[in-house]
């Protein structure tokens, strides 16, 4: 069976089940989630735009979260390594928690000790502080989604993840509309840029994170009688696994940082010999160094593993057995159908996400403007999709959910179209934000019970990473060059085509449904 199994419940048990202490505990965990996304999003382009950073760097910024569509790569460490000391106290899933967590807030006030106008140097080093806030915040997420899988059973999943959404949806209301509000208060504007008024935002908002550290540590382990007994290994095979972790993202961090220069003459080189967009040439070009970075890190755990540096039989049951254990429930057909479905089926709001903000403050709406109408109101409209989202798929089944909003996401893009000719009238803006937000909640809330229920729980943390991490991957990639597009095409051009890509996500979904 795709998609979570239902069963035709009253209105009033599925109300009762909100109080389930799992579901109001998602709540501020996904808060807790929810914080770092914009530091690296919008936020952080409000702030580089305001020192001066042109819009096409602005949004390369946002391959800074790239760790979100890479994170099953680490996530079969976080699922077998312990913790010294913090896994016996704390249990498997709450030691990475509080870790990552803690990581997250060490990242955020890095970024808030940096003026990215003062020179090259320190928007390169903004960079790395983004990365590094990317990365925690991915491991955060990689713990969350397999607690939430393992707190409790697949019947409340859609409950679990409308929580999720609301605490997400609130924390981004703090990091975005938030960091606005205190930007604003502490002195800075497109027309005079403070670097003090940003770092005490950032600061801030950092400083949320103890909610997350709090939860995490007075909820309980999951208590699955279900789950499978774990495989121990010795403390040096824990050790050589994470040596082959650490050498793999060393080699791809160089290799992609080195990659640079070369790429630059590719992209001449192609420009003079092949009829393409200049755009279109620097976008395969990225490509081609990214893969070829992740070839090299490949390349350098193959040579580990040869050398019996590493365990291959650890390697096995950690990486190909979740893979396996996938396609043989499905099979290849259809396996590959929701392989696809997952690695497209957000890409129309994500990539409108990216140049959202830029967008607003375009138009010529004030900071505060956006704030209140795009953040508080939007977020309200999200909270009410995602419960109506986690409801309808209790109710009515999660596949036909999942095409109510894609559906609805690629109508609503639509609108920006409309907004775009129209210019900076607040009354629309509304019209505009509630729409989208209800239907990016409603989906959002249908998606994410979707594939938890595609998971098996033998292989929770490592299956789930591989789905989040595809879901994100393309999406980023494209969001990365939006800020370009639009510069060469306009911003109406540009929403026209996020709809459009997502009419193939709606003819995925009516093959599964099918398949049913």
């Keep these: 069976m795709i998609g979570t199994k239902t069963e035709n419940k009253q209105w009033l048990d599925t109300l009762k089940a909100w109080w389930h202490p799992r579901v109001i505990t998602m709540l501020f965990l996904g808060f807790s989630a929810g914080i770092p996304i914009l530091l690296i999003f919008g936020t952080l382009s409000a702030w580089l735009t305001e020192a001066g950073v042109k819009k096409s760097a602005v949004t390369f910024f946002s391959w800074a979260a790239l760790g979100y569509s890479f994170k099953f790569v680490w996530a079969p460490l976080i699922d077998r390594l312990p913790l010294p000391l913090l896994t016996r106290m704390l249990g498997r899933r709450r030691a990475w928690l509080v870790i990552s967590q803690l990581s997250v807030m060490g990242a955020i006030f890095w970024m808030a000790m940096i003026d990215p106008a003062q020179s090259h140097a320190q928007l390169t080093a903004m960079a790395l502080a983004a990365v590094a806030l990317g990365f925690s915040s991915a491991t955060q997420d990689i713990v969350i989604d397999a607690y939430r899988i393992e707190c409790v059973e697949e019947e409340y999943q859609a409950m679990l993840s409308a929580t999720y959404i609301a605490g997400y949806r609130i924390a981004m209301l703090v990091a975005s509309a938030g960091a606005f509000y205190l930007a604003d208060f502490f002195g800075t504007s497109s027309e005079l840029y403070q670097y003090q008024a940003w770092q005490i935002t950032y600061g801030i908002v ?68 092949i009829p393409l967009s200049g755009r279109i040439i620097g976008f395969l070009a990225e490509c081609l160094r990214l893969f070829v970075s992740l070839g090299v890190a490949y390349s350098v755990a193959q040579i580990m593993v040869r050398l019996g540096l590493v365990d291959r039989a650890m390697l096995d049951d ?154 994100t991957l393309f999406p980023k990639l494209f969001g990365g060059y939006s800020g370009t597009i639009v510069e060469g095409i306009g911003y109406g051009p540009f929403f026209t085509m996020t709809a459009i890509i997502g009419i193939p996500v709606i003819y995925l979904i009516w093959v599964l449904r099918k398949l049913e």
Excluded at 318 to 339: H, Q, S
């Design 206 to 273: 950092g400083c949320c994170m103890i909610i997350g550290v709090i939860t995490t540590l007075v909820i309980p382990e999951p208590d699955r009688k279900d789950l499978p007994e774990r495989i121990n290994y010795s403390a040096v095979e824990y050790g050589r696994f994470f040596l082959l972790f650490l050498c793999v993202a060393i080699t791809f961090g160089i290799t992609f940082f080195y990659s640079g220069a070369l790429t630059a003459d590719l992209k001449g080189f192609l420009k003079q010999t």
């Design 318 to 471: 950690t990486y190909l057995e979740p893979v396996k254990d996938f396609f043989k429930r499905y099979g290849m057909k259809t396996a590959v159908l929701i392989l696809l479905l997952v690695g497209f089926y957000r890409v129309s709001d994500i990539v409108l996400g990216v140049i959202s903000t830029v967008f607003y403050l375009d138009l010529g709406f004030t900071k505060s403007e956006i704030a209140t109408v795009a953040k508080v109101y939007g977020l309200l409209m999200t909270i009410a999709g995602g419960f109506l989202g986690g409801m309808l798929s209790v109710r009515y089944g999660v596949l036909r959910i999942l095409m109510a909003g894609a559906l609805l996401s690629a109508a609503t893009n639509l609108l920006f179209v409309l907004l775009a000719n129209v210019g900076p009238d607040l009354l629309l803006l509304k019209i505009v934000v509630g729409i989208d937000n209800l239907a990016a909640g409603l989906a959002s809330a249908a998606f994410v019970a979707f594939l938890s229920s595609l998971t098996s729980i033998s292989f929770t943390a490592v299956q789930y990473a591989v789905f989040s991490s595809l879901m």
